[in-house]
């Protein structure tokens, strides 16, 4: 079923705790999806989400949308560790462009939810005909969605047909960032070591001292 987003809307004022200015019922429900989560998500394809990700050559990371935040924060923290991670946030047939370049020595980490788009489905296609790995971070289990995915990462996200709360792809996101720090270990230390130098070395040394003297 398609809702317009202004459906989707009145869904979920309908769903406000009683008083909806109080913050507390807000983290109250945000709190019982992350509950949920620790037990929709299997374990075993989260570790084997961590030695993808540490062993894959080039790291897509595709999200569109309000997904993008998600795309953009993996990328953001798994380059730190000097993964080659990529942020794609393309559709169309600008989508094509970016897949013309990967391998299958390289892998996918797609943020998708609710139903497949046209351009998921190309996505898909094309990682399907290349032997690409994917792994899908998604709240649906449908067919069309998961068929072509080799990991999959449920992430709960609320009730169906309402505006949806990200704080659980985040945490997932949190999670995997841990785990492919853990599993690198000093590689993942001497990165954000050489960071800190060269932001120590280059940046905050040639910053003019705004102390002044008595």
Same mark, same amino acid.
């Given at each position: 079923?398609?809702?317009? *987003?202004?459906e /989707?809307?009145? +869904?979920?004022i309908?769903?406000? *705790? ?10 109250? +429900?945000?709190?019982?999806l ?8 299997? @374990?075993?394809?989260?570790?084997k ?8 050559? +080039? !790291? ?6 309000? @997904? ?5 924060h993996?990328?953001? /923290?798994?380059? #730190?560790?000097?993964?080659?991670? !990529? ?10 462009? $970016? ?8 892998m ?7 139903? =497949?788009?046209?351009?998921? /489905? #190309?996505?898909?296609?094309?990682? &399907?005909?290349?032997?690409? *790995? ?8 449908? =067919? *069309?969605? !998961?068929?072509d &995915?080799?990991?999959i990462?449920?992430? =709960?996200r ?6 949806h ?5 985040? &945490?997932?996101?949190?999670?995997? !960032? @841990?785990?492919?720090?853990? $599993?690198m270990?000093?590689? &993942? ?8 130098e060269?932001? #120590? $070395? ?5 910053i ?7």
């Amino acid at each position: 079923e398609y809702l317009t *987003p202004g459906e /989707r809307m009145k +869904r979920s004022i309908e769903e406000l *705790p009683d008083d909806p200015l109080q913050y507390k019922g807000h983290v109250s +429900r945000e709190i019982q999806l992350l509950q949920d989560s620790m037990q929709a998500l299997d @374990n075993d394809s989260f570790i084997k989400a961590v030695d993808q990700i540490v062993n894959a050559n +080039r !790291i897509y990371i595709f999200g569109n949308g309000g @997904n993008e935040c998600l795309a953009n924060h993996l990328t953001f /923290r798994l380059s #730190r560790f000097k993964l080659n991670a !990529i942020q794609q946030s393309v559709s169309g047939k600008n989508l094509f462009e $970016k897949l013309l370049q990967i391998k299958s020595t390289d892998m996918i980490v797609a943020f998708h939810f609710y139903k =497949p788009t046209v351009d998921f /489905r #190309r996505l898909m296609e094309v990682c &399907a005909e290349k032997k690409i *790995p994917v792994l899908l971070v998604t709240d649906s289990l449908i =067919p *069309p969605m !998961i068929r072509d &995915a080799d990991i999959i990462l449920l992430a =709960p996200r609320g009730s169906a047909g309402t505006f949806h709360s990200q704080v659980v792809p985040m &945490a997932i996101n949190n999670a995997l !960032i @841990n785990g492919v720090a853990s $599993k690198m270990g000093d590689r &993942a230390v001497k990165a954000l070591q050489e960071l800190s130098e060269m932001r #120590r $070395k280059h940046y905050f040394n040639s910053i003019p001292s705004t102390e002044t003297k008595d």
